[in-house]
Structures are given as C-alpha cells and as structure tokens.
C-alpha cells in the first residue's frame, strides 16, 4: 500500500503564499503521475495541477501564473508553490499519485487525506 501524507496548508492573506507538500511511502516501486486536486465548500473536486514522472507539468485555467507543481522522485515527494493566492483558492488540497507498489505490480491511484487552505483578511 501507499501512504500520503500533506504538509503545509494553513491561513494565509489575499496575495500571500503556501508551499504545499505531500510525501507518500510504502512498498513502492515507482510514482507515474502526481496531481494536487481541491475541493471548496460546497463545490465539486477540481484537478489543480499535474506532473508526469518526466517533469511534464499542467494546470487549472484559475492557477496558471500563480502555482508550480514540482517533484523529487528521491523522496517520493510532490509540492505545491502556490502564489499570489485569491480567496476563491480556499480549499481543502488533496494529494494524489498513480504508483506500482511490490505487492500489487499493476498502476493503481492513491489519496491522501489532505490539507487545509483559507484565504482571508
């Protein structure tokens, strides 16, 4: 199995920034993709950005220019440089990998439990 874990949400003011990150351990063999999801109150879950195992990145439309996805495939990490950050960015960021693990060889997704974001004055 796979375990995430998100670091580094909290309260911050309009035009601030956070450094989010996630760390996952467990039987892994190797990471594809890594993506940062967000879920508002009352609102669907919205895919934020993506980076492929190469270092290919993507992101959200509402993000673009503000956040970086980057990723240290010695630590089995992901991170989230979220800059320049709007009220409307306050969510919950949820961490998700698609990994081969010892025990299970085929590629399959995993969650973590995610991590706090409020923006306000």
């Known amino acids: 199995q796979v375990q995430l874990v998100e670091s580094g949400g909290g309260l911050v003011q309009p035009g601030g920034s956070l450094r989010l990150s996630c760390a996952a351990s467990?039987?892994?063999?190797?990471?594809?993709?890594m993506r940062w999801y967000r879920q508002g109150p009352g609102t669907q879950r919205e895919l934020v950005a993506t980076?492929?195992?190469?270092?290919?990145?993507d992101y959200a439309d509402s993000v673009k220019g503000r956040f970086t996805i980057s990723r240290d495939n010695a630590k089995n990490s992901v991170y989230l440089q979220m800059n320049s950050l709007k009220p409307e960015d306050t969510a919950v960021y949820l961490c998700?990998?698609?990994?081969?693990?010892?025990?299970?060889?085929?590629?399959?997704?995993?969650w973590g439990q995610g991590t706090q974001v409020t923006v306000s004055s």
């Open positions: 998700n990998v698609d990994a081969r693990t010892y025990r299970f060889r085929d590629l399959r997704s995993y």
């Open positions: 980076i492929s195992s190469g270092g290919s990145t």
């Open positions: 467990g039987d892994i063999v190797g990471i594809n993709i």
